[in-house]
């Protein structure tokens, strides 16, 4: 059985109050490991030590140094590979050929790209002539922001987290992280790769624990907090901003969506079948980014519905390392139930279940999982809970449409707006859709291609704020204006 411990100022700590609680692995549902929650005790004690390492060593050190251990963070975490990957995959079930392609490089590069954009970052400089003959020259100037509360879902786990410790680390920042209670791990284990590398103690720190009256909200509410950077549901993002309204302290926030997908007659049909399919059903739905809601040009629907329920009818479930697996299971037993919540109510609401609609059928020693199908609808009008409030599951409803005003209207008439991804060969439509949905990130005939230099976040209930590349320095440094006179 592991032990998960808190990392507070380099050292791994239980908590004083001696509470701990279960870790469990979706495939089976079996319990793996026993995380210490942190109390405020543990919560004032790593805000301290990453005070402390503000005002020390790590406050004190040239860019150049800091992103030699950024670097040696990136080499380390890929020197660990293999442990960071059955870390991972024991707490998310998520297949090997996701994890070990998207979850861990990822979560290492996170650590690299910010080196590029912090050291060739500039600011304004302003000359102007005073009153009195004067010369005044202003200059900006970017200071870290301070500590830097972390708190993180469940479904990226260490690739959502370095998305945010990367670039809080490079501005020179120190950070608070809170793990989802779900995927302790590879946060908890990160640390080792600080100490190993040679990071300061108290410049990354862990806090396990819950939301609400737990270390989430003991971190949020903590005034020794500078700023909380969030990715998680919007409901959770309105409790941690009422937070962080108390001491004005920012916030930037990555919430949830109901992504569409735009499919036109005369897209590449493959592309679309074979995006839409990644789009849908990785990571068993639980991606920000997914979509659950597809719109398909008439003349088409027919053949595209046929030929995405073949590819959900394909996603075999399965262990993360058998090879056949093409999808794992859902982060818990509580999302199980909602997702299937979801599946029961669309029947309700008067849904065709094109495939799906239930638990797939497991070998004896996966049937206590946490397992869903791959599900598709059709036959819904656009006011179904479905298509109007975010499931976070491998399912999809499929709509027919017949002119760009009318999918664009539709797609827009939600409270989220996250992302999208169109596909058309026509390559005006294909802007003029880019532009006017209401989303943070638009994709076209592609999805979840990233540049890490470019913006990352969500329109309207989607989010506040961009991360990535230069943006993120919006959040992560204060800039602070300086005028000379002379
Ligand atoms: P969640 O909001 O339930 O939990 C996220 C984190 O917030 C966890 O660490 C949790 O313990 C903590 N938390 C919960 N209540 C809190 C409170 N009152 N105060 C402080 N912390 C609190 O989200 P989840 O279920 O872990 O993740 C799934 C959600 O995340 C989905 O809605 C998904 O769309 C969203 N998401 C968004 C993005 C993005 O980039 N926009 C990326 C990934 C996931």
């Not at 302790?184 to 410049?203: I, R």
């Not at 939301?211 to 959770?236: K, M, Q, Y």
């Not at 049909?269 to 991606?287: H, K, P, Y």
């Not at 989607?462 to 992560?476: A, C, M, Q, T, W």
Request: hydrophobic content about 40%; proline content about 5%; glycine content about 10%.
């Amino acid at each position: 059985m592991k032990e998960f411990l808190n990392f507070i100022n380099g050292e791994y700590v239980k908590s004083a109050s001696g509470k701990t609680f279960d870790n469990r692995n979706p495939v089976d549902n079996s319990v793996i490991g026993k995380v210490h929650e942190a109390g405020r005790p543990e919560v004032d004690a790593a805000v301290a030590a990453a005070r402390a390492a503000l005002e020390g060593d790590w406050g004190r050190m040239s860019v150049v140094e800091r992103c030699k251990l950024l670097d040696a963070l990136a080499i380390g975490i890929n020197d660990r590979f293999d442990d960071f990957l059955q870390a991972e995959i024991a707490d998310t079930g998520k297949p090997n050929h996701l994890a070990s392609h998207v979850d861990i490089p990822r979560g290492a590069a996170n650590f690299q790209i910010f080196i590029d954009t912090i050291k060739s970052v500039s600011t304004e400089s302003f000359n102007m002539r005073t009153p009195d003959g004067k010369t005044a020259l202003s200059y900006g100037v970017r200071v870290p922001r301070g500590v830097i509360a972390v708190v993180c879902p469940w479904n990226l786990p260490l690739l959502l987290m370095t998305w945010k410790v990367g670039p809080a680390l490079a501005c020179g920042n120190t950070v608070v992280v809170k793990p989802s209670e779900e995927t302790p791990a590879t946060a908890t284990l990160l640390g080792e790769v600080m100490n190993a590398v040679g990071m300061p103690k108290g410049v990354y720190n862990v806090v396990h624990g819950f939301g609400p009256d737990s270390a989430g909200e003991f971190l949020t509410r903590h005034p020794g907090v500078n700023g909380i950077t969030f990715t998680g549901e919007t409901r959770t993002g309105e409790a941690i901003m009422k937070a962080a309204a108390e001491g004005i302290r920012p916030v930037s926030m990555e919430l949830g969506g109901k992504n569409a997908a735009v499919v036109f007659a005369d897209c590449d049909f493959q592309v679309a079948v074979d995006t839409v399919t990644r789009s849908c059903f990785e990571n068993a739905g639980q991606v920000c980014l997914g979509t659950e809601r597809v719109y398909v040009e008439r003349p088409i629907f027919d053949r595209f519905v046929a030929a995405l329920k073949g590819k959900a009818e394909a996603m075999t479930p399965g262990l993360p390392f058998d090879p056949a697996t093409k999808i794992g299971p859902v982060i818990s037993k509580e999302h199980q139930a909602k997702v299937l919540g979801y599946y029961k109510k669309a029947a309700e609401e008067g849904a065709t279940v094109v495939t799906g609609g239930g638990m797939p059928d497991m070998p004896a020693a996966l049937k206590d999982g946490c397992w869903v199908q791959p599900t598709i609808w059709t036959g819904l009008p656009e006011t179904a809970s479905v298509i109007t409030e975010e499931i976070f599951g491998p399912c999809c409803h499929i709509a027919p449409f017949d002119s760009e005003q009318e999918v664009l209207a539709k797609v827009n008439k939600n409270r989220y707006g996250l992302a999208t991804a169109i596909f058309t060969q026509d390559i005006g439509r294909a802007n003029r859709m880019a532009q006017g949905i209401h989303v943070g990130l638009a994709w076209i005939n592609s999805w979840f291609l990233r540049d890490l230099r470019t913006s990352f976040g969500g329109s309207k209930q989607s989010g506040i704020g961009r991360e990535g590349g230069v943006h993120s320095l919006e959040f992560y440094t204060d800039l602070r204006n300086v005028m000379v006179k002379f």
